[in-house]
C-alpha cells in the first residue's frame, strides 16, 4: 500500500466532523442560529422584513441608513454563518430590488465592508451562495415530529412567497436525502483499502439507494414550486454578477475596491452532493463542464471542498473494480453510475419545466400580475451557465462511465 492510501485511511477513519460534515444532517449546518447577537440587530430588523422592503421599493434607502458594525462581536463559526446569509440576502435585494433592468452597481459601504469581511473568515466569497440559501437557512419547527417539509421553515426570504420556501426547504430535504451516500461513499473507501468485498458491496448498495433517494425527493419541487413565479420572481435575486449580460462590469464593494469585482450566482453546482459522488465514480468531464464545475468548488466552505478533494486523493473505485475481477463488484458500481444517470435525467426534466418552458410562458404572458420576463439570463443557469447544454454534457459524461459487463 503506498503513503497516500495510508494518509488517506487514517483521515477518513476519524470523523466527518473535521470537514463541518454532520453525521444526521451532511452538508446541512445542524441547527442553524435564527439570531445574531443584539449589536446586529440593525442587519437582522432588515432581513426580518426583506420581502416587504423589497416589494415596496424601500430596501436600498433602509440599507443607506444602517449603521457600519464592526464584525468583532461574531465570535462562533454559527454566528458568521447565519451573518453571512443575513448579508447575502439583503445585498441581492439591494443589487437586484428594481429587476435586471436597474441593476445597482455599487454596494455601500455600510454593507460591503462587514460582507467581505465575514466572507473572507468563512473563506466563501461575497455574494449568495448555495451554503446561504439552503445549507444555513433552514429551521425544524418540532424537534419532536419527523423532518418533512410541514415541519421546516426557513430563516430569510426575498420575495418568491410560498414558492421560494419550497424551493429552498426541497432543496434541504435534497441534501438530507444525500446523507447516507456520503456515509456509504467513506465506508466503501475504507472498505476498499481493509479489501473487504461485502463491506464495499454494502457500501455501493448505500450509496445507490441514497442517490435514488435524492431523485424522488427532488420530484417535490413540483408540488411547492410554481414555475412562472421561480422564472419571472425568484430567479433575479439568484442571479450574480459575472457572465451576467445584466452587470456586465461585475459590482463595486465601496471601502474594500475601487474596480468592480465578478462573482457567479447561485447554482446547484455549488452543492458538494454531486462533486463528491463524481469524484468517488470516477467521472470525468469535458472540459468546459469540469472547469465551471472546478469554479464552483470556490463557492463552498472550504471544509467542503477539502472534502472533495479527500475523496479525489482516495484509491480510484473504477481500478479497484476492474482489478477485482468481480462481477458482483462490477454490477453494484455500474448501478451506482444508473442512479446518478437517473438523478442527472431527471434534473434535467426538472430545469427544462422550471426555465425553458416558463420561459415560452412568460414571453407570450398577457397578465401583468407577474413581472416581466427577465431578459439577460433568458437561457442561461443563475451560475451564468449555458444550463441545459452544461447538464446534458454531465449527464452524457455520467452515461460514458458504465464500465461493459466483458471488464
Not at 424551493?167 to 441534501?175: A, Y
Not at 454531486?274 to 465514480?281: A, M, Q, S
Request: with cysteine; proline share 6%; glycine share 6%.
Amino acid at each position: 500500500m503506498d503513503l497516500r492510501n495510508q494518509n488517506l485511511k487514517t483521515t477518513l477513519s476519524l470523523s466527518l466532523e473535521r470537514f463541518h460534515i454532520s453525521e444526521d444532517y451532511g452538508f446541512l449546518l445542524p441547527n442553524p442560529l435564527k439570531e445574531l447577537p443584539d449589536h446586529y440587530w440593525p442587519w437582522m430588523e432588515i432581513a426580518n422584513k426583506l420581502t416587504h422592503l423589497i416589494e415596496n421599493h424601500q430596501l436600498r434607502a433602509q440599507v443607506d441608513k444602517m449603521p457600519l458594525l464592526d464584525c468583532q462581536f461574531l465570535k462562533s463559526y454559527r454566528e458568521q454563518r447565519l451573518a453571512h446569509l443575513v448579508l447575502s440576502f439583503i445585498t441581492m435585494g439591494y443589487v437586484w430590488q428594481e429587476g435586471e433592468t436597474q441593476p445597482k452597481e455599487v454596494l455601500p459601504r455600510n454593507l460591503a465592508l462587514p460582507f467581505v469581511k465575514v466572507s473572507r473568515n468563512l473563506g466563501i466569497p461575497p455574494i449568495l451562495v448555495h451554503s446561504d440559501l439552503v445549507l444555513t437557512n433552514w429551521t425544524i419547527r418540532n424537534p419532536e415530529k419527523p423532518l418533512d417539509i410541514r415541519n421546516l421553515d426557513t430563516i430569510v426570504l426575498f420575495p418568491g412567497g410560498e414558492s421560494l420556501r419550497g424551493f429552498i426547504l426541497v432543496t434541504v430535504l435534497v441534501e438530507k436525502a444525500a446523507v447516507p451516500g456520503i456515509k456509504a461513499l467513506v465506508q466503501a473507501v475504507n472498505a476498499m483499502l481493509q479489501h473487504s468485498l461485502d463491506a464495499l458491496l454494502q457500501a455501493l448498495q448505500g450509496l445507490r439507494l441514497s442517490i435514488q433517494d435524492i431523485t424522488r425527493t427532488l420530484g417535490q419541487m413540483h408540488d411547492y414550486v410554481d414555475p412562472d413565479i421561480f422564472y419571472a420572481v425568484i430567479r433575479i435575486f439568484l442571479s450574480g454578477w459575472k457572465d451576467n449580460p445584466a452587470m456586465p462590469m461585475g459590482l463595486i464593494y465601496r471601502g474594500v475596491s475601487t474596480e468592480p469585482m465578478k462573482y457567479s450566482g447561485g447554482s446547484a453546482a455549488q452543492s458538494t452532493v454531486l462533486h463528491v459522488f463524481d469524484e468517488f465514480l470516477g467521472i470525468r468531464h469535458n472540459k468546459e463542464s469540469a472547469d465551471f464545475l472546478l469554479r464552483m468548488r470556490d463557492y463552498m466552505p472550504p471544509s467542503h471542498k477539502a472534502f472533495i478533494e479527500e475523496i479525489q486523493s482516495a484509491p480510484s473505485l473504477r481500478d479497484h473494480v476492474l482489478s477485482s475481477g468481480s462481477g458482483q463488484l462490477l454490477t453494484a458500481y455500474n448501478q451506482c453510475v444508473g442512479a446518478l444517470i437517473d438523478l442527472r435525467s431527471y434534473h434535467i426534466a426538472v430545469v427544462t419545466k422550471y426555465l425553458v418552458t416558463a420561459a415560452a410562458k412568460a414571453k407570450s404572458r398577457r397578465s401583468h400580475h407577474l413581472p416581466g420576463p427577465p431578459q439577460a439570463l433568458e437561457e442561461r443557469g443563475t451560475g451564468g451557465t449555458a444550463v441545459l447544454s452544461f447538464l446534458k454534457s454531465v449527464r452524457n459524461k455520467t452515461l460514458e462511465a458504465i464500465l461493459p459487463q466483458s471488464c
